[in-house]
């Protein structure tokens, strides 16, 4: 019930395209879900953050969607650059800003120019 | 600002020995998290503290240990270790316990 299932494990866009990455979790009880980005050789970066009380939440082009009635969530990033190839986590935590995060297990994504 | 300083980026140590990773935080963050992350498992929760105090801690045996300092510099120990102890060992710090989080880059440890 602690889990937190991330798809895909990796992920080929073309430049200018929309990346879409999916989370779905089990335990109502969390209540802060952020989405970090990692790149190889760094540690996690945090990308953007949301609530399930908050449908959507958008910050330049990164968008996350939240269905809390599915308890799914997915980052979409719109007009994907080469530079926004990275590892992407989500996570979860049972409020917001806790330190303990439970992760999803990463996508690899790769932005084609 | 500096950002979540670890050392050192690389271990390379035997089976059976004891290591300890430092994590410096930055400057005025209060909280310091530990995660482990491995290719099999993933980012996992090792321990979190504040104020030098053991405030949550992940499902991992009691060779794994901490501490925070008055500085909030922290330390984590491994003992005894087997050769699945090799991952990238992850300090986090925040201003406080309701922060977002400050991933340094990591020490990696190969265990041989």
């Known amino acids: 019930q602690q889990q937190v299932k991330q798809s895909p494990q990796s992920l080929i866009v073309q430049k200018g395209g929309i990346s879409i990455i999916n989370c779905a979790y089990e335990n109502t009880a969390f209540d802060y879900f952020p989405w970090y980005q990692q790149f190889p050789g760094k540690g996690p970066a945090l990308l953007i953050a949301?609530?399930?009380?908050?449908s959507e939440k958008k910050e330049g082009r990164f968008t996350i969607s939240f269905n809390k009635s599915a308890k799914q969530f997915s980052l979409h990033i719109m007009d994907s650059q080469p530079g926004d190839s990275a590892t992407y986590f989500c996570a979860a935590s049972m409020r917001w800003g806790a330190q303990k995060l439970v992760f999803g297990q990463g996508t690899r994504l790769t932005i084609n120019p | 600002k500096a950002g979540v300083t670890q050392t050192p980026r690389y271990l390379i140590k035997t089976r059976g020995q004891q290591v300890t990773l430092s994590c410096s935080p930055i400057?005025?963050?209060?909280?310091v998290s530990w995660y482990q992350q491995t290719p099999g498992q993933g980012l996992q929760f090792l321990f979190e503290y504040f104020s030098e105090t053991q405030r949550n801690k992940g499902n991992f045996p009691g060779r794994f240990s901490g501490r925070q300092f008055s500085n909030s510099r922290s330390e984590m120990n491994v003992s005894t270790l087997e050769l699945g102890d090799s991952a990238l060992y992850l300090c986090?710090?925040?201003?406080?316990?309701?922060?977002?989080?400050?991933f340094g880059n990591g020490t990696r440890l190969t265990v041989t």
């Open positions: 986090a710090s925040s201003s406080d316990r309701n922060s977002p989080l400050h």
């Open positions: 400057s005025g963050h209060r909280s």
């Open positions: 949301i609530r399930p009380d908050v």
